[in-house]
T-cell receptor, first 118, second 115 residues
Framework: AQKVTQAQTEISVVEKEDVTLDCVYETRDTTYYLFWYKQPPSGELVFLIRRNSFDEQNEISGRYSWNFQKSTSSFNFTITASQVVDSAVYFCALSEALFMDSSYKLIFGSGTRLLVRP | DADVTQTPRNRITKTGKRIMLECSQTKGHDRMYWYRQDPGLGLQLIYYSFDVKDINKGEISDGYSVSRQAQAKFSLSLESAIPNQTALYFC??????????????FGEGSRLTVL
C-alpha cells in the first residue's frame, strides 16, 4: 500500500539555522509524484513543489531545496537560513494511481511542525 | 476572493445533528476532494469527484456523504454527527492532466466541533 512517513513530529530551531524535514515513502507504482505543502498558523495549505519519479535532480527555490533519492525512497526538504515566517506544519504527499487513465489521488504524511525561534 | 471557498468556516454542533459543509470553486476544475485533518494524522481523503456525475469513496468515508451539485460545488454531509468527527475539513480542487496529477488547491478549511 502507498504510505508516506514523516518521522519528525516537531522540530524547533533558532532563526538562521538550516533545517531538513524528512519524508520517506512506499509505493507500488512505477510512475509517481511527490509533493510538499505548507500549512502556516493561519491554517491554509500552500503548494510548494511537485516532483515526478523520473526526475531525481535536486531542486532549489530561494532558501528552499528538495533532495529526491529513489534508492532510499526519500524526498527531503531543506530550509536554509530559516526565518520565523517559516514556522508552519509541512506535509509531504505521494500520488497513488487510481485507474489506467492516469487518474491519481494524494496520500499525505502526518506532517512535521517546524518552529523557528527568533 | 478565494478560488476555493468553504462555508461555514467554524461550526459547533451536537451529537446526532445533521451538518453540511459546502465548497464552491471558481478555478474551473473538474476534480474536487474532501479531506479531513486530525492532529498527528495528516490529511485523510473522505470523498472525491472527478466530474458532476462521479462520486468516489476515499479512505475514511464512513459516516459521511457528498453531493456534487455542479462542476463548481461539492458539499459534504454528516447525517448524524458524532464527537470523533470533530476535525478540520478541507475542500480541494485540481486540474486534470493526461499524464500527471495536478497540484491541489485547498479552501481555507472548516473547523467542526461535535459536542
Amino acid at each position: 500500500a502507498q504510505k508516506v512517513t514523516q518521522a519528525q513530529t516537531e522540530i524547533s530551531v533558532v532563526e538562521k539555522e538550516d533545517v531538513t524535514l524528512d519524508c520517506v515513502y512506499e509505493t507500488r507504482d512505477t510512475t509517481y509524484y511527490l509533493f510538499w505543502y505548507k500549512q502556516p498558523p493561519s491554517g491554509e495549505l500552500v503548494f510548494l513543489i511537485r516532483r515526478n519519479s523520473f526526475d531525481e535532480q535536486n531542486e532549489i527555490s530561494g532558501r528552499y531545496s528538495w533532495n529526491f533519492q529513489k534508492s532510499t525512497s526519500s524526498f527531503n526538504f531543506t530550509i536554509t537560513a530559516s526565518q520565523v515566517v517559516d514556522s508552519a506544519v509541512y506535509f509531504c504527499a505521494l500520488s497513488e494511481a487510481l485507474f489506467m487513465d492516469s487518474s491519481y489521488k494524494l496520500i499525505f504524511g502526518s506532517g512535521t511542525r517546524l518552529l523557528v525561534r527568533p | 476572493d478565494a478560488d476555493v471557498t468553504q462555508t461555514p468556516r467554524n461550526r459547533i454542533t451536537k451529537t446526532g445533528k445533521r451538518i453540511m459543509l459546502e465548497c464552491s470553486q471558481t478555478k474551473g476544475h473538474d476534480r474536487m476532494y474532501w479531506y479531513r485533518q486530525d492532529p498527528g494524522l495528516g490529511l485523510q481523503l473522505i470523498y472525491y469527484s472527478f466530474d458532476v456525475k462521479d462520486i468516489n469513496k476515499g479512505e475514511i468515508s464512513d459516516g459521511y456523504s457528498v453531493s456534487r451539485q455542479a462542476q463548481a460545488k461539492f458539499s459534504l454531509s454528516l447525517e448524524s454527527a458524532i464527537p470523533n468527527q470533530t476535525a478540520l475539513y478541507f475542500c480541494a480542487t485540481s486540474d486534470f492532466f493526461v499524464t500527471s496529477p495536478g497540484e491541489l488547491f485547498f479552501g481555507e478549511g472548516s473547523r467542526l466541533t461535535v459536542l
